[in-house]
Every structure is written in C-alpha cells, then in structure tokens.
C-alpha cells in the first residue's frame, strides 16, 4: 500500500522539543517534495515547513522560523521535522504530504499542490 505515516508526536511541556517522522512505504520519497501541514482545534489546516526534493530548499511558516527544522533521511526513505521550544499553539494534529513532481522548490501554501500522498496525523500537545 502506497502511504506517507507520520508518527513522534505526543504530549511536551512549553519549552519542550519533539522530532516528528514522516515515512513513506512502497514507494521512494527521495523523489518528493514534502510539506509539514498542522491543524488545531477549531482552525484551519495551516502550512508549518517543506523540502524540495534534492533536499537543498527549504521554507517555513514566520510562527516557526527558528524554532523548528525540516530535513531528510533518503537512506531511511524520511523526512523529519525538528521541534524545538514548543508553545501551546503549536498544539495541533500534524500532518506530512507529498508531491511528486520536480519543481525545484517547495510551498507551505495549501492549494498550490495536489499532493499525491497525505497522511492520517500525528497529534502534538504542548501542554504544562
């Protein structure tokens, strides 16, 4: 089955630090731009962070620049995002998505892709 399944989240203090995974099976991620999306209670999914597919760009929401870092593992066919100072309204269920097509860059803007894969969520509380 052709799947992204993301998986790392849980329960953090303010403060706190969390590394999200975003991993693929049965096919290749390497050749896929990613994108991190979020989604609380009550709002909109909103883009956070994306990575082109030769891994070389990089973008991010304002609301995480320097709190948190996308890469990729092509060796372990994933992608991860790296949360560090968490704030209770990064509270959210997050989800990863992939694009196939080579671009050379990468979005946070939903609606500029018709992503090929999204997957289920994996919900992250900062919470004390």
């Known amino acids: 089955q052709l799947q992204v399944v993301e998986s790392g989240g849980g329960l953090v203090q303010p403060g706190g630090s969390l590394r999200l995974s975003c991993a693929a099976s049965g096919f290749t991620l390497e050749s896929y731009e990613i994108g991190w999306f979020r989604q609380a209670p009550g709002k909109e999914r909103e883009g956070v962070s994306c990575i082109s597919r030769s891994g070389d760009y990089t973008n991010y929401a304002d609301s995480v620049k320097g709190r948190f870092a996308i890469s990729r593992d092509n060796a372990k066919n994933t992608v991860y995002l790296q949360m560090n100072s968490l704030k209770p309204e990064d509270t959210a269920i997050y989800y990863c998505?992939?694009?196939?097509?080579?671009?050379?860059?990468?979005?946070?803007?939903?609606?500029?892709?018709?992503?090929?894969?999204w997957g289920q969520g994996t919900q992250v509380t900062v919470s004390s």
């Open positions: 998505a992939a694009y196939r097509k080579l671009t050379g860059l990468c979005v946070i803007v939903l609606g500029l892709r018709d992503y090929d894969y």
